[in-house]
């Protein structure tokens, strides 16, 4: 059931990564600087964005304006389908662009910005927050230095690479016959529910670990496992792998650790969920893979 027509936000980025400039310093000092080049700040991890006539988008500027705002860092984003390369920086004073624009959250934008902003401004946040916690090497503990254009940190002293991290996460919809169960967090706004979701753990295959996580959230076990798709998700660094799985029965216990309920759910209330018709109860927005989990079932 994967596909390229991926339905999730942050995916389909229209960039090409071409990770084979990564490393040629000469050639993306001069990148940075050309003409055609589109670079975009970021401040506390947040992006850097315009708004016009109530549409938002991120405030991309021109090459060289890593050093007229005094860049701390620099992410080689990849090349459009012009061939004009793409970076994003990082500020420690966001003064400077007043009057510009704003750094706003990207999780709150999210909804607002268009596919391709989300997938070029996803891989950033991620990264930015990663070098945010990783100045360190955590093999000796010496100050590590930024390579390959921003993707990776070498230690000077004992030469361990070290890479973005990426958090892979299972979230999946069990059904059971023609009802789908959905959980819900206390702290979620009134009549939100959601797919069940946790950490793949070291040593887990992801069919594995939703086995584990379903019996452990809702007490219930599961007899089949079909993945629908995958998500980068930048809150930090997360990858969600969407699994639709069919359980052995109805008769759910709720770990009330994890969640504050579970609620089972007919075919045609999940659409009315996805409609946002349901009255009682809402889904995600589309924005989250909780969202097409549940639509792809919904229709089935
Ligand atoms: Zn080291």
């Known amino acids: 059931m994967l596909s390229p027509e ?7 980025s229209p960039l090409d990564r071409a990770g084979h400039h990564r490393a040629d310093a000469t050639w993306l000092e001069a990148a940075l600087n050309a003409e055609n080049a589109r670079l975009v700040p970021f401040y506390q991890h947040r992006p850097f964005v315009m708004e016009e006539g109530g549409a938002v988008a991120p405030g991309w500027l021109n090459g060289g304006a890593h050093k007229h705002f005094g860049a701390k860092r620099t992410l080689f984003l ?14 420690s004073d966001e003064a400077q662009f007043a009057g510009l624009g704003r750094f706003d959250d990207l999780r709150a934008l999210g909804p607002r910005l268009a596919p391709d ?33 921003g993707w990776r940190r070498d230690c000077p002293s004992c030469r361990t690479e070290h890479y973005p991290r990426v958090d892979p996460v299972c979230i999946m919809a069990p059904t059971f016959g023609n009802k789908v169960l959905l959980g ?18 070291p040593g887990e295959a992801i069919e594995e670990a939703v086995a584990r996580e379903t019996l452990e959230e809702a ?10 798709s995958t998500q980068p998700w930048p809150f930090p660094h997360s990858l969600m792998i969407g699994v639709l799985c069919e359980v052995e029965h109805d008769r759910e ?17 999940a659409r009315l969920l996805i409609e946002g018709k349901h009255g009682e109860c809402w889904a995600p927005p589309p924005y989250a893979i909780a969202h097409q989990l549940l639509k792809t079932w919904a229709y089935e």
């Open 6 to 12: 991926n339905p999730n936000a942050f995916t389909r």
């Open 78 to 91: 990849g090349l459009d389908a012009q061939r004009a390369p793409h970076f994003a920086f990082e500020v």
């Open 117 to 149: 902003d989300l997938a070029m401004l996803g891989p950033a946040k991620s990264v930015f927050e990663w070098h945010a916690k990783n100045g360190y090497c955590a093999n000796c503990g010496t100050e590590s230095v930024i390579v390959e254009a």
């Open 184 to 201: 819900r967090q206390k702290a979620w706004p009134r009549g939100m529910f959601s797919a069940l979701a946790g950490f793949i753990e």
């Open 219 to 228: 007490g219930l076990v599961v007899t089949h496992v079909r993945m629908h």
């Open 253 to 269: 216990t709720v770990d009330t650790k994890e969640l504050e309920s579970c609620r089972w759910f007919t075919r045609a209330e």
